[in-house]
């Protein structure tokens, strides 16, 4: 009668290079905050890296409130530009207004709309996600047109993250092979997560019990574990799926 699973949080790959973000922008002028360092000073932006390969820039730290990235762009995209062009950045992502987010790669671009009917993923210039298009799809939806590409549950989990109350100005993905932090590591890194694309994204499932449907991320887990399980289905099976890393 035991069911028995066996998950990580989140993937994990080689790190090859370090591209400490934080240290790099007070090394051109600009004042930082970042971990360890967090108390109230006169920095004019926050950078606070997760997993070492995801990064949030808070701009304007006196404002209170969120701003979208267009009232932000025209101060911050001159003094960001050299950093967010560097081979260690690969998406970056900035909330365009309280529906819609702009992810870019390079000199691509592209919308992600959340609208009473879905999502709705539009190319507005190249296709930094390299997925098909699409309109006003369910969450689900979403999840298959995005499970076989270069960054499963992208839109999803960017559309969520980015228009999050506490969601950083602007987000970044690392690169695969690098990382967005090297100061205060006791220990050189020589792994990292936190980035979107699939290494960090996918998961797997092991379980002693066959599932009724197929769970698509990890925040599934405690519903499909509490709902009857298909009977008879002893042998293992084994399933890979989006984590959740991204989004915490």
Known sequence: SMHLCVVSDH?????????????????????????????PDRSEVAVMVS?????????????????PWPSLSAEWEPRLGAFLAHPAIDLVATMENESTVMVRRG?????????????????????????????????ESVHERTFESEYPDSVRQLAR???????????????????LRQAYEPINH???????HASHMLVPLVCNRRFESAPRQT????RLLAAKLKPGARQPVEQTFAG?????
């Open 161 to 179: 993250l980015l228009l999050a109350e506490r969601s950083g100005d602007v987000v970044i993905s690392a690169a695969p092979g690098w990382d």
């Open 51 to 67: 997993g070492n390969s995801m990064a949030h820039l808070y701009l304007d730290l006196e404002h209170r409130e969120r701003r």
């Open 244 to 248: 959740a890393d991204a989004g915490r």
């Open 107 to 139: 000199a691509a671009s592209a919308d992600i709309t959340v609208g009473p009917r879905g999502l709705t993923y539009r190319a507005t210039n190249g296709n930094p996600l390299g997925v098909q298009p699409f309109e006003d799809e369910c969450d």
């Open 11 to 39: 993937g994990h790959s080689p790190v090859e290079q370090h591209f400490d973000l934080a240290r790099a922008m007070r090394g051109a002028g600009l004042r930082v905050r970042s971990h360890p360092w967090t108390l």
């Open 219 to 222: 925040a599934d887990l405690y």
């Open 190 to 196: 020589v792994s990292s997560h936190g980035a979107l």
